[in-house]
């Protein structure tokens, strides 16, 4: 497709743009990386900076904005977001099955448990848009109540760092795959 295409659009994860460039020449590139929420039009697609003055990549963008937020990060800045948009739903999603399963281990019905937990997502997901996350967790967490009671289990297993650990280890993956 060098040289055919007016453009293309990449989603290949840890492939630098120069390498693109390289083996696409003369070919624009608009190196990008969507997150699976694409599919439902509630996604996020980050991209390297666009090449000035070319309709075919102005054109994609436009057709990614249809696929939920676009943002252009840095290029050396691509694989830590991909890290971060592209690797946490799956991180998400994991908590987000630990905590039907214990709903169901309480009594709950597992469709119940399951939407239970979905919809609460999706509230926080609104929430955040608005609170950051530390605030968000006080204004829930009554002192003495259930809610800390939780977050001191979660403290206690050192949950937030095995999530930046996750971060950490998809971004050394990537970072390997250069």
Known sequence: ?????????????ATPLAKLEAALSPTPVLR???NIAVEIGSGIVCHAPTPAGVPEIDAFLEILAGLGSVVEVPEQQLDAAT?????APAYIALAAGAI??????????????ARLVREAIEGVGRHLAELEPAPMQV???????????????????????AFAAAVGASLERMEGKR
């Open 139 to 161: 204004a829930i967490a009554s002192p003495g109540g259930s809610t800390e009671a939780g977050l001191e289990a979660l403290a206690e297993r050192e949950v937030a760092a």
């Open 32 to 34: 990008t990386m969507p």
């Open 1 to 13: 497709i060098a040289g055919r295409a007016g453009a293309v659009v990449s989603v290949l994860g």
């Open 100 to 113: 039907a399963d214990a709903g169901v281990e309480a009594g709950l019905e597992p469709g119940l448990s």
């Open 83 to 87: 890290a971060v948009m592209g690797c």
